[in-house]
């Protein structure tokens, strides 16, 4: 299919844009407005649908991990606080998912794993902007593994979920963990690890370790853009922190620079949410740093804007909102 400069089309349950990939508010509202699940049946329904959304969550298998432990049949039913903290926060993750840009078969690749006995994660990016998010659960026999399998593990889940974009290409790993490094040059391999060794030889890469506890990039380029894309490593609470407080962080060769807090309102959260819905600001987003767009612009908020001035979706509750 060619795509012009203003177009924009619609694909299953995301939203694509010149800018990026983006979810489907229509499609996810069916998701925000599900009620706190009172059966098994009502969990594995919402996490089912939830999951279709998985590659704009980091940490999905992680976040979902109390409600998959609710369908155990082992398990009795019994609606926790824990569980609703659960339940709330994938909703909360839905309604601040960030832009994932487009892949470009020219760039280069860089893919950030973490392993730990919780689960895999792992962020394919492309000139430090997310392309896709991976993770899933530890399997019951995974839970023995030793620390350095388990990062050896995460890159071979990595390689396969996006063998269509790495298979071929020249790329980077990062991983937090200096002994996976040593299982190359390793000759005593078990049969797990030599399994995954022949698997790797596919692949044209470079391993690099990267300190810190999570090696996880969030939120680059989401609609809440807090300019923390740039950093690469960072602690998984900090993160949390960083995002709820909307710090501006700006790094430098030798230091990273925080400040210029940005105060955020549930007023300008529904705009942004609205202008996503409304089809001349869409192609509007389409066409940004064209002619036919001269004066608009995006944001730091994720908000379009006309020389400096929010651009009003057609919504009537927004436009009284204003009026009052």
């Known amino acids: ?38 059966t098994v049946t009502d969990i594995r329904s919402f ?8 590659r704009f969550i980091e940490g999905f298998s992680k976040i979902v991990v109390p409600l998959t432990q609710l369908t155990r049949k082992e398990r009795p039913f019994i609606w926790t606080d824990a569980f609703e903290r659960s339940f709330e926060e994938l909703n909360r993750r839905l309604t601040t998912s960030p832009v994932l ?10 893919v950030y794993c973490d392993a730990s006995h919780q689960g895999l994660g792992c962020v394919l990016m492309q000139n430090r902007r997310v392309v896709a998010y ?29 063998r269509h974009y790495l298979y071929g290409a020249r790329f980077s790993v990062f ?23 022949e698997f790797l030889k596919d692949y044209d890469f470079q391993l690099m370790y990267h300190p810190g506890k999570a090696n996880v990039v969030v ?11 740039s950093m690469i490593v960072r602690e998984l609470e900090l993160v949390e922190e960083f995002r709820d407080l909307n710090l501006c962080v700006e790094l430098a060769q030798d230091h990273i620079s925080c400040g210029m807090v940005t105060i955020t309102n549930e007023f300008l959260r529904q705009v942004g949410l609205k202008q996503l819905q409304d ?5 509007l987003l389409g066409l940004l740093g064209t002619e036919k767009a001269a004066g608009f612009e995006l944001g730091e908020d994720g908000i379009l804007r006309f020389k400096g001035r929010i651009c009003l979706p057609q919504d009537t509750e927004l436009k009284r909102a204003v009026l009052e």
């Open 219 to 229: 939120d680059a380029l989401s609609r809440k853009s807090i300019h923390m894309s």
């Open 47 to 54: 996490v089912g649908l939830a999951g279709y959304y998985r």
């Open 101 to 110: 840009v487009l892949p470009d078969s020219g760039e280069p690749f860089d």
């Open 134 to 162: 991976a993770s899933r659960q530890q399997k019951n026999h995974e839970r023995n593994y030793p620390t350095h399998d388990l990062e050896l593990e995460v890159v071979v889940f990595a390689l396969k979920i996006w």
């Open 1 to 38: 299919m060619l795509v012009g400069e203003a177009e924009h089309w619609w694909r299953g349950t995301y939203q694509m844009l010149t800018a990026g990939i983006v979810v489907d508010p229509a499609k996810v509202e069916s998701v925000l407005q599900w009620e706190s699940p009172r």
């Open 175 to 197: 991983s937090n963990h200096t002994s996976l490094k040593s299982l190359f040059d390793q000759k005593g391999l078990n049969m797990r690890q030599r399994r995954w060794m």
């Open 279 to 283: 089809v001349e600001l869409v192609k």
